[in-house]
T-cell receptor
């Protein structure tokens, strides 16, 4: 099975900061990589699909990049509503999720 | 608008089975896969498998093979997840989520989640 890792597992940031989260796959998954945001008590919400495509309705401060085994999610200017946990998901074979990155208020 | 509405919370004894439903509306049910994802408290989402509502074809995570069954009723646009031989570590919120077919899919709409509790 393809293993997904994320770094960091958590981070503290301030409103307005630029935030970057990394997701790595244990083997190449091309661009079959999605990013989700999850807030407590809610279902995950799709932010980015196919590594770099912004889901409809998602603010443009979110962006994704990468291919092969290394991917990044960037929030260009962190807003109060962005404090949440972020998960990557590969859709190359199984549809497994990464372990998550919790973004907390500094 | 697209909606996935799940059945209510369940409490089950160890060794029992649970069946969770997911009723779809706002789109053509047979044009998208239904996936099931579970999430234990404080843990990340865990993908369990997919079902094609048109053909009934399924694909299960190896972890759940032999214990999970995904079915559907196209007449009422509803998908079902059945998990058998329940253990305390099956306690989690279970979500259904819509996706396209095959490789490169994403989960664009989700149900509200169903809490399944298996007391130890």
């Amino acid at each position: 099975d393809i293993q997904m890792t994320q770094s960091p597992s958590s981070l503290s940031a301030s409103v307005g900061d630029r935030v970057t989260i990394t997701c790595r796959a244990s083997q190449s998954i091309s661009t079959y990589l999605n990013w989700y945001q999850q807030k407590p008590g809610k279902a995950p919400k799709l932010l980015i699909y196919a590594a770099s495509s912004l889901q409809s309705g998602v603010p443009s401060r979110f962006s994704g990049s990468g291919s092969g085994t290394e991917f990044t999610l960037t929030i260009s200017s962190l807003q109060p509503e962005d404090f949440a946990t972020y998960y990557c998901q590969q859709s190359y074979n199984t549809r497994a999720f990464g372990p998550g990155t919790k973004v907390e208020i500094k | 608008q697209v909606q996935l509405v799940q059945s209510g919370a369940e409490v089950k004894k160890p060794g029992a089975s649970v069946k969770v439903s997911c009723q779809s509306s706002g789109y053509t049910f047979t044009n998208y896969d239904i996936n099931w994802v579970r999430q234990a408290t404080g843990q990340g989402p865990e993908w369990m498998g997919w079902m094609n509502p048109n053909s009934g074809a399924t694909g299960y995570s190896q972890k759940f093979q032999g214990r999970v069954t995904m079915t559907r009723s196209t007449s009422i646009s509803t998908a079902y997840l059945e998990l058998s031989d329940l253990r305390s570590d099956d306690t989690a919120v279970y979500y259904c989520a819509r996706s396209g077919f095959g490789m490169g899919v994403n989960f664009d709409y989700w149900g509200q989640g169903t809490l399944v509790t298996v007391p130890s």
